[in-house]
């Protein structure tokens, strides 16, 4: 087993690490831009204007209000609107429509997580494979010591390296879920008030 372990080309390990931090850098960014640009948190003017036409029954300038923004409260009470009248429980249409946006807020989310919890992982089995090597080479007598530090090196790298990933991808994936979560909060508050409104008679 060892033997098998030891195999493991120390630039393969790296190589995994180099691909899996492209990856979370990818996603840290697009997700940056996506949760902390393109998805603000609501502004009190903006929730007070909403519930101003709702609360006046001019749907059509609410629909028109929604349209213009991105936040998923929005999306939400657009479907809800769109399906006021008909015999579909509105209830259900917003449990569903905020599903819908909680799964496109937590995109790649998940992956981000995974990153975080591999990187290091895959730095450790480069401290393994690394390790094995110098060992080994400590065992030989001819080019002991010029293996032995390669060995080292190796084990030391890959373990900075898996490290250098995980850190970013840890603090920015919970970063990412908090906002998600306070997203979430709101489009459910909004949601209950936009119900409450259209179900007054």
């Not at 349209?67 to 999306?75: Q, Y």
């Not at 015999?87 to 429509?97: G, H, M, P, S, T």
């Not at 998940?110 to 290091?120: C, E, F």
């Not at 990933?165 to 909060?185: E, F, G, K, Q, S």
Request: hydrophobic content about 45%; some cysteine.
């Amino acid at each position: 087993m060892s033997s098998l372990v030891a195999g493991i080309p120390g630039w393969f390990v790296t190589s995994i690490i180099i691909f899996v931090s492209i990856l979370g850098l990818t996603i840290i960014l697009e997700r940056g831009y996506t949760l902390m640009r393109r998805y603000k948190l609501l502004e009190t003017d903006e929730q007070n204007q909403l519930l101003g036409f709702l609360q006046n029954r001019k749907y059509e300038d609410a629909l028109s209000f929604c349209r213009l923004r991105n936040h998923p409260a929005f999306r939400v009470t657009e479907n809800i609107i769109l399906a006021k009248g008909s015999e579909v429980d509105l209830r259900n249409i917003a449990d569903e429509a905020i599903l819908r946006q909680v799964t496109l807020l937590e995109k790649f989310l998940p992956t981000l997580g995974t990153i975080s919890t591999v990187a290091p992982l895959l730095g450790l089995l480069g401290t393994v494979t690394g390790m094995i090597k110098s060992f080994r080479a400590f065992e030989q007598t001819a080019s002991r010591s010029s293996n032995l530090m390669t060995g080292i090196d190796e084990a030391l790298i890959t373990t900075a390296l898996g490290l250098i990933v995980a850190i970013p991808a840890m603090i920015t994936y919970n970063y990412y879920i908090r906002r998600v979560n306070a997203l979430t909060d709101e489009t459910n508050l909004i949601t209950e008030m936009v119900l409450d409104e259209i179900g007054k008679k």
